[in-house]
């Protein structure tokens, strides 16, 4: 009888729409909440727990267009112990 080994999970990279800001057919609400659904999914099916600062990252990396010229401007003025998003 073979030898049965789980691998352990990881989280994975968030699977979100990107956004674009106020011009988007998704209002910034439903997408933070999309966001929300898709970090609860994968703790529940993976097992782990993000940490804020992934969080951030992973939130920063969907924004394209508007919202990226927006984050761009400002990201240079938070500070790496406030690049944190609690979700």
């Known amino acids: 009888m073979a030898n049965i080994v789980q691998r352990e999970k990881k989280l994975k990279q968030l ?17 933070l909440r999309s966001i929300q659904n898709e970090i609860k999914r994968q703790q529940v099916t993976l097992g782990g727990t993000w940490q804020e600062h992934l969080i951030y990252l992973e939130v920063a990396a969907n924004f394209v267009g508007e919202t990226l010229w927006w984050f ?5 003025s938070i500070s790496e112990k406030n690049q944190t998003l609690t979700i």
Do not use: Y
């Open 15 to 31: 699977k979100a729409p990107k956004f674009k800001g106020v011009d988007d057919a998704i209002p910034a609400n439903t997408w």
């Open 72 to 76: 761009g401007a400002i990201a240079a």
